[in-house]
């Protein structure tokens, strides 16, 4: 990936506590099929790196971009167990109008919907507006569903949530960690 371990540590020594990194995919055609630049194995070096440097990793994943099936959605989370973020997002791929993606997407018949007005549900959470042959828009969106639930509500956060609430930023930590559940818990309501 792009940051190396040098300034990782001048970004730690400048009280930088957090790095949100855009991984994506765990699946290595997905990662070719967007452009993204780097390779799973990069992804699963990053953390060990991050952490040497004494920083904290928010990371952020899609499900549904190009290429995307059952089995790079099991890749994916594979890979997010396996790099054990501090906290991570999943998002459903959202193509909007003008770019790459949304003319690709409408060009092969995948856009459910071309108005950006139908792009969030009653709530203001995301809906997937591509379906593909072989997985649905609604399969994307329980699959996002499915892994937030997984990570956060796991017995393997527990560790995850400690290491976040004993360091030296501890009761900060404490109250995101507060408003972030009852906000995990209020989208979950909303489902």
Not at 68 to 93: C, M, N, Q, W
């Amino acid at each position: 990936m792009g940051l190396d371990y040098e300034t990782m540590q001048a970004m730690k020594k400048a009280n930088c506590m957090m790095i949100d990194v855009g991984y994506e995919s765990g699946s290595a055609d997905v990662l070719k099929n967007v452009k993204k630049g780097i390779t799973v194995e990069q992804i699963r070096a990053f953390p060990a790196e991050a952490r040497r440097a004494g920083l904290s990793i928010h990371g952020n994943w899609i499900i549904g971009l190009p290429g995307e099936t059952k089995e790079t959605i099991d890749d994916t989370i594979r890979l997010i167990k396996e790099t054990k973020a501090d906290a991570i997002t999943v998002a459903v791929v959202t193509p909007f109008p003008g770019t790459e993606m949304y003319e690709w997407a409408k060009a092969n018949g995948y856009l459910t919907t071309e108005d950006p007005n139908e792009y969030l549900d009653e709530h203001g959470h995301q809906k997937s507006i591509v379906s593909y042959p072989g997985l649905s828009a609604p399969e994307i969106r329980q699959a996002v569903d499915r892994i937030l639930r997984d990570y956060y509500l796991s017995v393997n956060y527990i560790p995850i949530a400690c290491r976040r609430v004993f360091n030296r930023h501890g009761w900060n930590e404490l109250k995101v960690l507060t408003k972030s559940a009852l906000a995990f818990i209020k989208y979950l309501g909303g489902k």
